[in-house]
């Protein structure tokens, strides 16, 4: 079946820790990006790609770092530098007909 | 200029009762405008989408009002099932720095009491 695969569904992140969010597509999309969802904000950009080997920051970058060098592959590092990391991660492909997204990834800091 | 305000918070009906939902932007570039269904623990998935140059889409129960002029649209859910209580969220799409991005809405709650 073509979908999003994100790992893991939960997430704990220690203080001063990165974390690394896994973010699989074999739809064969050229874009792909990665959302923050806090109750009662909806979903907030945080980085995008077109293609392979370029990104592009979103609205809420700060704290994150993103690579893209393979098509199918988007993977989210969240860095200590982000302070208020507790939330529920979403990636997300685009075609023509419209975006994709995966199940999700909760992080919670401890 | 590129919110997307949408409104009510949480939504509460009855079985079989109908279900609406606004939403209001500002800039007129967005050409797209797509409404998404969350269930908890879930990514969003499309449930129906609008272009500004039709007024109305209806696909099964689900059913979008567009108003152009007003810069506001709305989604109706008729005959409401408790299997339709979710998150929705409406969405419009701008170009942006020569990339099209989706700028959604706050979220409603809606719960379908049987």
């Known amino acids: 079946d073509g979908g999003i695969t994100q790992s893991p569904k939960y997430l704990f992140r220690k203080e001063g820790q990165n974390v690394t969010l896994s973010c699989e597509q074999n739809?064969?999309?050229?874009?792909m990006y990665w959302y923050r969802q806090d109750p009662g904000q909806g979903l907030r950009l945080i980085y995008y790609s077109q293609i392979v080997n370029d990104f592009q920051k979103g609205d809420i970058a700060e704290g994150y770092s993103v690579s893209r060098e393979k098509k199918e592959s988007f993977p989210l590092t969240v860095t200590s530098a982000q302070k208020n990391p507790t939330a529920f991660y979403l990636c997300?492909?685009?075609?023509?007909?419209?975006?994709?997204f995966g199940s999700g990834t909760r992080l919670t800091v401890v | 200029q590129q919110q997307v305000k949408q409104s009510p918070q949480s939504l509460i009906v009855q079985k079989g009762g109908i279900s609406i939902i606004n939403c209001a932007y500002e800039?007129?570039?967005?050409?797209?405008f797509p409404w998404y269904q969350q269930f908890p623990g879930k990514g969003p998935a499309l449930l129906i989408a609008i272009r500004p140059d039709v007024s109305e889409k209806k696909e099964g129960r689900f059913t979008i009002s567009f108003n152009k002029s007003a810069k506001q649209f709305s989604l109706h859910i008729m005959d409401s099932q408790p299997g339709d209580s979710a998150t929705y969220f409406c969405?419009?799409?701008?170009?942006?720095?020569?990339?099209?991005?989706?700028?959604f809405g706050a979220g409603t709650r809606l719960a379908v009491h049987p």
């Open positions: 969405a419009a799409k701008a170009l942006s720095g020569g990339y099209n991005k989706l700028i």
């Open positions: 800039n007129t570039a967005f050409d797209y």
């Open positions: 739809l064969n999309h050229d874009a």
């Open positions: 997300a492909s685009k075609d023509i007909d419209g975006y994709t």
